[in-house]
């Protein structure tokens, strides 16, 4: 029983279609800030290509990690998240892996029960919703929903868009499309973010997983309540870097799965509180504070700037990090659409490319990174914050800068214009709270997981939530 509380077993109401509306176009404007945030690299973190997932026992009624100990209960006692996975389709495929089933009215009518292989799919007309075969033929009548797709026994797994979950999907008509949202336990809503969001699965590294699972966690139990209710907007988190990266069943370790179990129920907690544990992948030797990230950025205690760099040999830990150190080079016409780019978000319209004639740091954040840049052009100076300058400095790709912490390494200049800039930069993502490669550095050197979250968020103590 995670947290100390024994929640209800109860399923939740049906959704208030207000409410479903709001939430289908809060995802859709995610999903465009998602593309975004993507390039940026917001939650960044190190990539190592999974091993094989571990796989359900044959034992009845319960699906075991026998390598990591975890048992995952249907409805459990652990707290329930409500992760959105799509929205905007007007139809959505599912299935399972083993036996399923889909009901209606919150999950009190059954409406089609399923094996695995066997593809169905939910059809959207209006308000209602329905059930149809691959070919569509074979139909329900149309009703008012939402759907909800269950396994029938706890070997089983549900699946959307050809990734499986666990816990149940739940489907709902809004005026934008199908919102697809999985409810699930959030220690197994771990297993599927952690790998992703650390993506290291050795087991050397155990001490930067447990507290990667512990960051996490408090993220999550912020979100989370004790008591589940419906969420108001009909989810409580994406399944993207909005929020925290998940990908289901498809990513679980056995060695990660180990780090979850290890720290079950552990959060950060700063002042009595549970507390957001914001991390990025590598923070270029010292981490940031949030004024250097996010526009309106409060200042925290326990999200502080600290020197990442070990004392003994005076390397930063997270030099491990692939983009510990980087270069950015930037013609002219990329360097005048970052201009155009930059004044279109700030509501500018009908603005033609206008000629650089130079690029300068102005004011450094305490951190060491960019706070203002000047960009001085033959229409006049603009000034970026460095959270600015990230995004709309891109290369030919598209892809965003790295990160804040870098210079101006030099110009080339044709008369009065600058044809040409290079940026050299440390470390990628904000840089706020844990650094990723650093912890993982970290663990090497032999610091343990409170050792290395003690660090990265000073003031902090690892403790249960309720």
Not at 362 to 391: E, K
Not at 414 to 439: D, I, P, T, Y
Request: aromatic share 6%.
């Amino acid at each position: 029983m995670v947290g100390g509380k024994q929640r209800s077993r109860g399923f939740p109401p049906v959704y208030a279609r207000r409410r479903a509306r709001n939430a289908a176009r809060s995802f859709i404007r995610s999903a465009v800030a998602v593309g975004a945030l993507l390039s940026i690299g917001l939650s960044c973190s190190p990539r190592v290509v999974a091993e094989q997932a571990p796989v359900a026992s044959p034992a009845v009624d319960v699906v075991t990690d026998t390598t990591a100990g975890v048992v995952s209960l249907y409805d459990s006692a652990d707290r329930v998240a409500w992760i959105a996975l799509s929205g905007g389709d007007k139809t959505v495929p599912i299935t399972g892996v083993g036996a399923f089933e889909v009901l209606e009215s919150g999950g009190r009518n059954r409406l089609v029960r399923g094996n695995g292989g066997e593809a169905w799919r939910v059809e959207q007309r209006g308000q209602t919703l329905r059930i149809a075969d691959a070919r569509g033929r074979d139909a329900t009548p149309w009703r008012a929903g939402p759907f909800v797709v269950r396994a029938r026994n706890l070997r089983s797994l549900v699946q959307h868009a050809n990734v499986q979950y666990r816990g149940e999907l739940w489907i709902t008509a809004t005026d934008s499309g199908l919102l697809v949202v999985n409810r699930v336990p959030v220690e197994d809503y771990l297993r599927g973010v952690v790998p992703l969001e650390l993506g290291t699965r050795n087991a050397v590294d155990a001490a930067a997983l447990q507290a990667q699972a512990i960051a996490a966690r408090s993220y999550t139990y912020v979100r989370v309540p004790v008591q589940e209710s419906m969420p108001k907007g009909g989810y409580h988190m994406t399944a993207s870097v909005l929020h925290q990266v998940y990908g289901g069943v498809p990513v679980e370790h056995p060695i990660v799965d180990q780090a979850i179990a290890a720290t079950s129920g552990l959060v950060l907690r700063f002042n009595g509180a549970v507390v957001d544990g914001p991390y990025s992948s590598s923070c270029g030797g010292r981490t940031a504070v949030p004024a250097d990230a996010w526009r309106g950025g409060s200042t925290s205690g326990y999200l502080q700037s600290v020197s990442d760099v070990d004392a003994r040999t005076g390397r930063a830990y997270c030099d491990i990090s692939p983009n510990h150190e980087w270069e950015a080079s930037f013609n002219e016409p990329l360097l005048r659409q970052a201009v155009v780019r930059h004044l279109g978000t700030r509501g500018a319209s009908g603005t033609t490319a206008p000629t650089v004639q130079s690029i300068s740091v102005a004011q450094r954040s305490s951190s060491g990174r960019v706070a203002t840049l000047i960009v001085r052009t033959n229409r006049g100076s603009v000034t970026l914050t460095g959270a600015d300058a990230r995004s709309a400095f891109r290369d030919a790709r598209g892809a965003s800068l790295l990160s804040t912490y870098f210079e101006v390494e030099s110009e080339t200049r044709v008369g009065e214009r600058v044809s040409g800039v290079v940026l050299k930069g440390k470390g990628h993502g904000h840089g706020v709270g844990m650094c990723q490669w650093g912890a993982i550095g970290r663990a090497r050197a032999g610091h343990d997981v409170r050792a290395i979250l003690r660090h990265y968020y000073p003031g902090t103590v690892v403790g249960f939530a309720d």
